[in-house]
Each structure stands twice: as C-alpha cells, then as structure tokens.
C-alpha cells in the first residue's frame, strides 16, 4: 500500500544515514540531512506506482501527473512491469542524478534547482500518502513541500550524492515490498523467463516462479493484509522515532544559536 512504501522509505532512510542507536551509519548524514531525506525517500519509495492511473503519484499534480502516468504505463508495460525492474530502478537513479547535477551559480551562491524541484515534488507525494495533512490539506502538502525544498535548494550544491542515494533506497524498498507480496516483480523486465510446465505443478515454487515470469517471495500475502499492518506498525514507529530525533536536534541547535545571539547582543548594549 501506498502510505506502507512510503513509511518504509523513511525508515530505511533513517537507518542508512544517521549514525545513532539501531541504525546502520552507511551513509552518516547530519539531522538536517537525515530530516529532509527521510521525507525525500518515503518519496522515492512511491515513484514506482508511477505506472498506475489510480496511484498517489498520478494524482500528485493533475493533470500533468496523469499524463505522465499513462505514458509509464504505456511504456513500461502497465503496473509492476517496467518499474518494478533492476532497469526501472537504474532509470529512476539515472533521472536523480541528472537532477542533482542541475546547479545555477545566483549573487546569493550555488543553488541546487534540479534537487530543490524534484524533491518538492517527491516531499508532496510523502505527506500526502502519509496522511501528514488533513484529506483537503492539498495546498498544505505542497506549502510543507515547499520549505522542504527551498533548504534543499540553499543548503545542499556540495551533497549531491544524497539525492541519487535516496531515490536508490526508495525504489529499492519499494520493489523489495511489492515482491514479498503474492503479486511479485519482474525483476528482469523486459525478458520474461517463465518456468517449465512441469515446475509448475509445484505449489511452492508455483507461488516464488509465477506463471507470468514474476519473482515472488510471498511473506507478507496480498497487497494490505493484516500481515502487512503487522510488520509496518514498528517499521512506521522506527520512521517516526528517527526523523522526529534528527527534528529535535535541529531544534537545539537552532535554539543554542538563537540564545548565544541574545547573550551577544546584550552584552553589546549592556
């Protein structure tokens, strides 16, 4: 489901790029760094359903979004075909890294416009498929998106790797999602390698080598079932935890610097 890939985006972000407690420190990251990235992915983590008219993402900026959905779909051979692919994640890292290397040189320094527009756009989809915003919050989803944003643009022309590593993380945990459904991917689209008749007749390998060439490791069931609200609750808990630390520590230190200031200055009038 939507708001599961989304949340699972984040909490993988959360645990590659910040260096605390249960967290892996792959990619260690500041809280800002960690904040904005964590929204960024829950993001990537939903681009993949960019091959379905009915998906968050195809309703995200109507009626640019749709079109663009029926193009993916047309193209990559309708839902979880194309984009749910080793190749469809490349083309996605592909398309973030030629977004992250869009700079313009500005009186007020480098600016990062292509990483600024793109992770608008991916913040939007998060907090809408989260549920960050009342139902009718279309407008706060794209202010929250906006500020989200304008700090990537300002604050981030020397970091541009986060972005490709981002969208890797999130289409990664997004296919991983969908293939521990009984749905599975087409790992290797465009080839289709469907099993023998007779491994076929196997209940169990029939269910991992569907007919349809799809690779699937059905842990979870279907798409939404109880077993996926089961394992998404902690998974979800573990997003919030670690985005609302790196939050508060953005907080302290916003605060300490305000206070020094205040001292500052009034030790300069009194």
């Known amino acids: ?21 249960y967290t892996l420190g792959w990619y ?9 990235g964590g929204m960024a992915t829950a993001g990537t983590a939903l ?33 979880r075909q194309g984009t749910h692919s080793i190749l469809g994640a ?10 992250s290397r869009f700079q313009l ?9 292509g990483a600024g527009l793109l992770c608008m756009f991916l913040i939007n989809i998060a907090a ?36 490709p590593m981002s969208m890797l993380i ?8 969908d293939l521990i459904t009984t749905g599975g991917v087409p790992l290797l689209w465009p080839l289709v390698v469907r099993p023998p008749r007779l491994l076929r007749k196997i209940p169990l390998l029939r269910n991992v080598w569907r007919p349809n060439g799809a690779l699937s490791l059905p ?26 630390m790196a939050g508060w520590s953005i907080a302290q230190s916003h605060w300490t610097r305000m206070a020094d200031a205040a001292v500052a200055w009034t030790r300069l009038w009194f």
Not at 105 to 113: A, F, K, N, Q
Not at 150 to 162: I, N, R
């Open 219 to 244: 842990l979870l069931g279907r798409a939404g079932s109880k077993r996926e609200w089961l394992v998404l609750i902690p998974v979800s808990a573990y997003a919030m935890v670690g985005l609302t």
């Open 90 to 99: 490349a083309v996605f890292v592909f398309l973030a890294v030629l977004a």
């Open 1 to 21: 489901m939507g708001g599961h890939h989304a949340a699972s985006g984040a909490a993988a972000w959360v645990a590659v790029a910040s260096t605390g407690p």
């Open 170 to 177: 999130g289409v990664v945990v997004h296919i991983v999602g």
């Open 128 to 163: 809408k498929a989260l549920k960050l915003f009342p139902k009718a919050g279309f407008l706060s989803n794209w202010i929250f998106a906006l500020v989200m944003a304008g700090l990537v643009t300002v604050y981030a022309p020397d970091q541009w790797t986060w972005l």
């Open 47 to 79: 681009v993949c359903d960019w091959d379905h008219r009915s998906s968050t993402v195809a309703h995200s900026l109507p009626p640019l979004s749709n079109a663009i959905a029926r193009g993916i779909e047309n193209a990559s051979g309708g839902h």
């Open 28 to 36: 260690p990251l500041d809280p800002t760094g960690i904040l904005i």
């Open 105 to 113: 040189e500005t009186p007020w320094g480098l600016l990062s416009v």
